[in-house]
């Protein structure tokens, strides 16, 4: 690829991430949440009741790390930690009721947001994003399968 192309891909790619920046910052300050924190929450709004380990795994985090990330969320009352019936000595992580609802505010406002984006580009232009979208995650996909993959 030619490093003109490559580098307007990056930036283009850059730009296309930010694009979500609006929304989170205004939740960020609204609730004193960080990304990483909405991010743990979001994992576990997709698996809830994982460990600090399953939560550090997929974070790519020290265990340390979610632990201070697990107290400031417990603070805020967003999410809380559950013995497992199974080994007394495992403590699990979930969300709560509140954590749902922030969740869930982000979600319809972020809907809200991006319908207003694509409404704007029309369906054929929104179509051809898809399309692209969908092969560069299966790209990407492909990549971090590889043997050579190194993050």
């Known amino acids: 690829m030619k490093q003109e192309l490559l580098a307007r891909a990056i ?7 930010s694009v ?3 929304i989170r910052l205004q939740f960020w300050d609204n609730r004193g949440l960080t990304m990483t924190q909405l991010r743990l929450m979001y994992l576990l709004y997709q698996r809830d009741q994982q460990t600090i380990t399953e939560l550090a795994e997929q974070m790519h985090v020290r265990k340390p790390t979610i632990t201070g990330l697990t107290d400031r969320l ?3 009352k967003l999410i809380r930690r559950l013995d497992d019936p199974a ?3 495992v403590v699990r992580i979930a969300l709560t009721k509140e ?7 982000i979600e319809v406002a972020s809907k809200a947001y991006l319908d207003r984006i ?6 054929a232009k929104v179509e051809e994003f898809v399309r692209l979208m969908e092969d560069f995650s299966r790209s990407a996909e492909k990549v971090q399968q590889s043997s050579e993959f190194q993050p």
């Open 118 to 123: 694509f409404g704007s580009l029309g369906d």
């Open 20 to 22: 979500a920046d609006p």
């Open 87 to 89: 080994d007394r000595r």
């Open 11 to 17: 930036v283009a790619y850059g730009r296309a991430l």
């Open 74 to 76: 417990i603070k805020h």
């Open 99 to 105: 954590g749902r609802r922030v969740l869930g505010e």
